[in-house]
């Protein structure tokens, strides 16, 4: 079996973020970084090169593989900013209807500027995937 190229190391966020050419999605992302902090009480940490996670659990698979993942996280992309929440997005239905301009994946919730959704939302959303996927572990 392939090793998982995403995993969690000792890169430095500070300096990721800090990278980001753009200007105005630099600053969203320090926004969306103190946002997903806030939530998680925890200290974010570079999963591969390019996606900053917020707290660790392990994930086991149907098949009985597991692996070390993390419940939220984001990652300034070319085209958009991608939200990632291991629960997926079913259980906030309700608010997702209220989050603004987004699209979605199974797990990821894509934007294209921090403008078009509103944080409150996006804040009550992350909550409640953070605090799920850490009660169930």
């Given at each position: 079996?392939?090793?998982?190229?995403?995993?969690?190391?000792?890169?430095?966020?500070?300096?990721?973020l800090?990278?980001?050419p753009?200007?105005?999605?630099?600053?969203?992302?320090?926004?969306?970084?103190?946002?997903?902090?806030?939530i998680?009480?925890?200290?974010?940490?570079?999963?591969?090169?390019?996606?900053?996670?917020?707290?660790?659990?392990?994930?086991?698979?149907?098949?009985?593989?597991?692996?070390?993942?993390?419940?939220?996280?984001?990652?300034p992309?070319?085209?958009?900013?991608?939200?990632?929440?291991?629960?997926?997005f079913?259980?906030?239905?309700g608010?997702?209807?209220?989050?603004?301009?987004?699209?979605?994946?199974?797990?990821?919730?894509?934007?294209?500027?921090?403008?078009?959704?509103?944080?409150?939302?996006l804040?009550?959303?992350?909550?409640?995937?953070f605090?799920?996927?850490?009660?169930?572990?």
């Amino acid at each position: 079996m392939a090793e998982l190229k995403t995993k969690q190391n000792n890169k430095s966020v500070t300096e990721f973020l800090k990278s980001i050419p753009d200007q105005q999605k630099q600053k969203e992302c320090l926004t969306i970084n103190n946002l997903l902090k806030k939530i998680s009480k925890a200290k974010p940490k570079m999963w591969g090169d390019a996606i900053i996670g917020y707290g660790s659990y392990r994930y086991k698979y149907e098949s009985g593989r597991e692996l070390d993942w993390f419940p939220i996280g984001f990652s300034p992309r070319k085209n958009n900013i991608t939200l990632y929440t291991m629960c997926g997005f079913e259980k906030n239905a309700g608010l997702m209807k209220k989050l603004g301009k987004y699209k979605t994946g199974k797990s990821c919730l894509y934007i294209n500027k921090l403008e078009d959704v509103d944080l409150k939302i996006l804040e009550e959303i992350f909550t409640n995937a953070f605090y799920s996927k850490m009660a169930k572990g």
